[in-house]
């Protein structure tokens, strides 16, 4: 099945500090999503990506769907407190089933 | 705003025994999944349902795990005889369209 390869697979950050985290696969997606999760609840959609090249903000997050298909990254600009949790990217592909990478926890140092 | 809900937040078994979990999707979606998370792992696709059947289901998925949607509101999974290693946390997520996916808080079942 698809696979995707998310890193880094943890970040310790001061607040303020810019991070940048990717996922690649060696399939072709047609959606990217990437969701935060805190401990003991369910993923929030924080972006989502429809084609191609398609470069979204939401506030301070950044997210980009390559042109190949095969990657996506997300920034995150002056990090607080509250950035605080795991990140996660999701494909879909032809099916409607979300493949999810393993994560990133961010940790940021206030 | 809609959100999707889950009950129960955290359920307690024995192994072999049989338990619902119960989801309600956002009220105007039309297709509904169900994910499960092992502790410290990624979450991983068990079942989508759609117009009243299953449209995918993965190897996860076995005999042991059913879906129904009794009503007009809400979405179950059924695991039939529990195992040890079926604890896990359990989403529910539904869209309107079979793109970006809204998903519950969770059940966290505990298999004793």
């Known amino acids: 099945g698809q696979q995707l390869n998310q890193s880094p697979q943890s970040m310790f950050i001061q607040e303020g500090e810019d991070v940048s985290m990717n996922c690649t696969s060696s399939?072709?997606?047609?959606?990217w999503l990437w969701y935060k999760q805190d401990p003991g609840e369910g993923p929030v959609l924080l972006i989502a990506?429809?084609?191609?090249?398609e470069l979204t903000s939401n506030g301070r997050l950044t997210a980009q769907f390559g042109i190949t298909r095969k990657d996506s990254f997300l920034n995150i600009s002056a990090s607080i407190p509250s950035d605080v949790g795991i990140y996660f990217c999701?494909?879909?592909?032809?099916?409607?089933?979300?493949?999810f990478g393993e994560g990133t926890q961010l940790t940021v140092n206030p | 705003e809609p959100e999707v809900t889950q009950t129960p937040s955290h359920q307690v078994t024995q192994m072999g025994q049989e338990v619902i979990l119960r989801c309600v999707p956002i009220?105007?979606?039309?297709?509904f999944y169900w994910y499960r998370q092992i502790l410290g792992q990624k979450v991983e696709f068990l079942v989508s349902?759609?117009?009243?059947?299953?449209?995918?289901k993965s190897e996860i998925f076995d005999d042991q795990f059913s879906v129904e949607r009794p009503d007009g509101s809400n979405f179950t999974l059924k695991i039939r005889s529990t195992k040890l290693e079926d604890s896990a946390m359990y989403f529910c997520?539904?869209?309107?369209?079979?793109?970006?996916?809204?998903f519950g808080p969770g059940t966290r079942l505990t298999v004793l």
């Open positions: 997520a539904s869209n309107l369209q079979p793109d970006t996916q809204y």
């Open positions: 399939s072709i997606f047609n959606t």
């Open positions: 999701a494909g879909i592909t032809v099916s409607s089933r979300l493949t």
């Open positions: 349902f759609y117009n009243n059947e299953i449209s995918e």
């Open positions: 990506l429809y084609k191609a090249g």
């Open positions: 009220s105007n979606h039309l297709y």
